[in-house]
């Protein structure tokens, strides 16, 4: 990924703003107080509610009541639509993009800043409009800019934590006062969350590569510094360095045991496994990424044989008692806006209940991010981060899929024939 200057990516992304908003989305962006009345509505904790309004002022939820009377003339009746918390995804890579040579854009390929901002302006258009209202973007350094657009109202998009880079045990030299160091210039420069590969990539075996000390170095200044730590590990040793010693998460854990996924529930540890998106993503589309890095024959070998462990992985994980299983999907180039896929995956290929697939992408996901207080929940007090489906998704999980209405901090940035009064 290449890095553009804050100031040319902002003022690209401005442009692209401009010429690709859709006209809907404009007319939208007005505060007040609005009604939404739902005939069920699941509240992200794994309650289900019937006939209920739903009451926005000014961004917040400020009533959640049984339905009565006729709706008021701002209000938004949603009829048998499913109602739900914005769904939140904890492990993304937003900048990353399908070049116009149907490639993954690398820093090689010559692509300018504005084919650059409109690519992770259209990343981030992608996923709010399939219902994903926060995301965190975990390894690239252009986050950062995109992030604060969407926070200023440039341009549409999810809530964005971003890491704004990776670190390993190389890093700065790796020692552990290198690591802490590299802790604190994350911190300096905006990071909402420090990033750390504990592993190999899953395309070259997974083995750890951070030690203890390495990763009690990384983790506790990350903790010191008010920042969570996501790691990335593949290995059960690499999971297990990670949870012994104070991570906040894990991610991905293809090869995590009965063992390993019991040490992460008595440290406390959130567990992101991921059951098939972006392997999918790789192996259909090995055109777009055959020959870059180890994005190779052995590599893609390597996430073949990864995928029915990732499946059955979620199904246990889904099993064992307290685990904080969490909702990521690590979207990567060309998978943005598909992250509910991975929500099928987890039910129909990994067993996962499906109420407890959506509170990991809700009030769970929200925890996990330090936001259960803000986002992830239908309550009063809560951020309007609000969504609906064509369909019940506990019943049919594939319901996620089909996303009719969105709205962000009270703004409705989607709104497929539910009627308005």
Not at 71 to 95: C, E, K, M
Not at 221 to 242: I, N
Not at 324 to 344: C, M, P, Q, S, Y
Not at 399 to 421: E, H, I, K, P, S
Request: aromatic share 4%; with cysteine; glycine share 10%.
């Amino acid at each position: 990924m290449s890095s553009v200057p804050a100031r040319r990516l902002a003022r690209a992304v401005s442009l692209a703003l401009l010429l690709t908003l859709p006209p809907h989305v404009a007319a939208a962006q007005t505060r007040g107080t609005v009604v939404l009345r739902a005939a069920r509505v699941i509240d992200g904790t794994g309650k289900l509610l019937t006939n209920t309004d739903i009451t926005v002022s000014d961004g917040r939820i400020t009533a959640v009541r049984p339905s009565s009377g006729a709706l008021p003339a701002n209000g938004i009746d949603l009829g048998t639509r499913t109602v739900l918390p914005g769904l939140i995804d904890t492990h993304v890579h937003i900048g990353w993009y399908v070049n116009t040579k149907n490639r993954l854009h690398t820093e090689s390929d010559g692509d300018s800043p504005a084919t650059q901002a409109y690519s992770q302006a259209g990343n981030a258009w992608a996923t709010l409009h399939a219902g994903f209202t926060t995301v965190q973007s975990i390894g690239e350094e252009d986050n950062g800019t995109l992030r604060d657009a969407i926070n200023r109202g440039t341009i549409p998009g999810p809530r964005v934590l971003t890491s704004l880079g990776s670190m390993n045990e190389r890093s700065a030299g790796g020692s552990p006062g290198s690591l802490r160091a590299v802790v604190r210039r994350f911190k300096a420069a905006g990071a909402d969350v420090i990033k750390v590969f504990a592993s190999k990539s899953i395309r070259d075996g997974g083995e750890a590569t951070m030690s203890d000390a390495q990763l009690a170095a990384a983790c506790g200044e990350s903790t010191a510094q008010g920042l969570r730590s996501v790691v990335h590990a593949h290995s059960a040793e690499a999971v297990q360095r990670a949870a012994r010693n104070g991570c906040t998460q894990v991610e991905h854990g293809v090869f995590a045991d009965d063992i390993t996924r019991s040490m992460l529930v008595r440290n406390g540890t959130f567990f992101d496994p991921q059951c098939g998106l972006v392997f999918h993503n790789y192996l259909d589309n090995k055109i777009r990424f055959e020959g870059i890095g180890n994005y190779n024959s052995v590599g893609f070998a390597s996430m073949e044989k990864a995928l029915p462990l990732a499946e059955a992985g979620i199904g246990s994980a889904s099993r064992t008692p307290t685990l904080k299983l969490v909702f990521g999907t690590d979207a990567v180039a060309g998978a943005h806006g598909r992250n509910a896929e991975e929500l099928v995956c987890r039910v129909r290929r990994g067993g996962q209940p499906a109420m407890d697939a959506i509170v990991s992408a809700t009030s769970r996901a929200a925890e996990s991010l330090r936001l259960d207080r803000e986002i992830g929940r239908i309550a009063v007090g809560y951020a309007a981060d609000i969504i609906a489906t064509d369909g019940n998704p506990v019943t049919e999980i594939e319901a996620t899929q089909r996303v009719v209405f969105v709205m962000r901090n009270g703004l409705v940035y989607r709104n497929d024939g539910a009627r308005r009064r």
